[in-house]
């Protein structure tokens, strides 16, 4: 079935700092991958996104690349801010429209 | 410019208590999803809605029922409270299958005692 795995957090970078957090995925076919970004109390906003292999996605200084060869999407960033302190889900899209989650990486940027 | 609205933000319930949360959105999209988040779990599906008057399985559905009476609103019932439905839900929607991202509420912390 559809999964994604995601490295285990807590993360904690320094202000600055270069930012990777892994994820892999398992699918039947090439599903449009995702990641979300959710601020303390808040809910889930989507943080960028690639519908396609080699696709990259990007905003707010992360990028992502769909590769389909190690069916990974790893978030990257190459200067942390404080203000990035947060949980980041990777996701998958099933057929029917819904997300497929990975459990989610606790990121904490320290000035 | 409300987007997507749940109600409560908070509750407290004795097991066997029912109650139901309510999802309203205001952008005309076709189809919601109420998931539920737990610690080192992520978000997992517990029913969606395709449209009006439709509801279907997600991975979790037991315990749960949904009503999708009026497209805007997408209700989600526990009918006799278990502790093991103690978690954050969040409900999303989006306006077709194809397009993300869903759009999340923020969410609905419920304990159940």
């Known amino acids: 079935g559809n999964s994604v795995t995601q490295m285990e957090g807590p993360v904690t970078l320094s202000e600055e700092a270069f930012l990777t957090i892994n994820c892999t995925y398992t699918?039947?076919?090439?599903?449009?991958l995702f990641w979300y970004v959710q601020y303390p109390g808040e809910g889930l906003q989507l943080l960028l996104k690639a519908t396609k292999a080699d696709d990259k996605g990007s905003n707010k200084g992360f990028e992502a690349t769909y590769r389909k060869e190690t069916t990974s999407f790893h978030l990257e960033k190459g200067s942390v801010q404080v203000s990035d302190s947060a949980v980041y889900f990777c996701?998958?899209?099933?057929?029917?429209?819904?997300?497929?989650f990975g459990k989610g990486t606790k990121l904490s940027v320290k000035p | 410019n409300a987007g997507v609205t749940q109600t409560p933000k908070f509750r407290v319930l004795k097991t066997g208590q029912s109650m139901t949360l309510l999802c309203a959105q205001d952008?005309?999209?076709?189809?919601m999803y109420w998931y539920r988040q737990d610690p080192g779990m992520g978000l997992r599906l517990i029913h969606y809605s395709v449209g009006e008057g439709t509801t279907a399985k997600g991975e979790v559905p037991d315990g749960y029922n949904v009503s999708r009476l009026k497209k805007q609103n997408f209700l989600l019932g526990l009918e006799s409270a278990a502790p093991s439905q103690t978690s954050v839900y969040f409900c999303?929607?989006?306006?077709?299958?194809?397009?993300?991202?869903?759009?999340f509420g923020d969410g609905t912390r419920l304990s159940i005692l």
């Open positions: 996701a998958l899209m099933r057929s029917q429209g819904n997300l497929i």
């Open positions: 699918a039947t076919g090439y599903p449009s």
């Open positions: 999303a929607s989006s306006y077709s299958r194809e397009q993300q991202p869903q759009h």
């Open positions: 952008m005309n999209h076709e189809y």
